[in-house]
């Protein structure tokens, strides 16, 4: 039999072992190289914050976690990842956390936390967020957002039954702030009296907005832009000390003294 019949004839018999041979080298090949990567170390950790806007700096979480100094340099079966998001979620901004590998990267995705108010009662101050969570205060940055100061008799203490009271009663106008970034932009402050009636005060001009009870809030806000976009252009934003808010069907406006 001529040499290249009795090659081809081997290689027919035998093809089946080839074939599982060959798998077996490269299963052994893949195997390799995934404990390589599992046992080569860290060499950089990277923290992603995905909001578009987030106030949170990287710097600030990344050094909540330890991030370089706790994971370059470690190996991939040093480091629990579901550990480490549990930790990331500790973090009184972090909505959620991510975790993965990119060859000997570590990835850590956030999403933050991003405050819609301010509540402010003599020193003691916290933010609200969208989701009308409660939050601390943070030495890192300071939020642009509209303050609202308790009224009397209302502690800002989380635990206190008035002040849950309080923050339910308050909760249509923080979900129409939500709803709209014109007003979170335009509205400065709110003052409550002891009767839990709104006094609100814009960024731009000098008057104040007696708001009153947190009722017909969408109707409340209708009557005030248009009042702000039709009449204070004419007259100016000077020409009004006031403008009441509480009448169902009517705006009170009353002019600054000469």
């Known amino acids: 039999m001529p040499m290249k019949g009795r090659i081809a004839f081997y290689i027919k018999k035998y093809s089946r072992w080839i074939t599982i041979l060959g798998y077996g080298l490269l ?12 046992y080569a170390p860290i060499t950089d950790a990277r923290l ?18 330890g991030i370089p100094q706790r994971i370059v340099g470690k ?5 629990n990842l579901a550990t480490l998001e549990e930790q990331m979620l500790q973090h009184p901004y972090v909505k959620k956390a991510e975790i993965y590998y990119q060859n000997q990267t570590l990835n850590i995705e956030v999403c933050t936390r991003i405050p819609l108010v301010r509540l402010q009662k003599d020193t003691k101050a916290m933010y609200i967020d969208h989701d009308f969570v409660l939050l601390p205060l943070s030495e890192h940055f300071t939020a642009n957002v509209p303050v609202i100061f308790l009224p009397p ?6 635990e ?5 009271t309080f923050l339910q009663y308050i909760t249509p106008l923080l979900a129409f702030i939500q709803r709209y970034p014109f007003w979170r932009h335009t509205i400065a402050a709110v003052y409550w009296d002891r009767h839990w009636s709104a006094t609100i005060y814009p960024t731009v001009g000098d008057y104040k907005v007696v708001f009153g009870k947190v009722e017909r809030v969408e109707k409340k806000f209708a009557k005030w832009y248009g009042f702000m976009t039709t009449i204070l252009p004419e007259v100016g934003w000077h ?20």
């Open 75 to 79: 190996r991939r079966r040093e480091l």
């Open 160 to 164: 206190d039954t008035l002040f849950k």
């Open 27 to 38: 299963a052994s090949f893949f195997y390799y190289a995934q404990l390589q990567v599992k």
């Open 48 to 65: 992603i914050i995905k909001n578009p806007n987030a106030l949170v700096q990287e710097t600030a979480l990344s050094h909540f976690i």
């Open 239 to 258: 020409y009004y000390r006031s403008i009441d808010l509480s009448y169902k069907d009517q705006i009170v406006a009353q002019k600054r003294s000469s």
């Open 153 to 158: 008799k209302v502690d800002l203490n989380r």
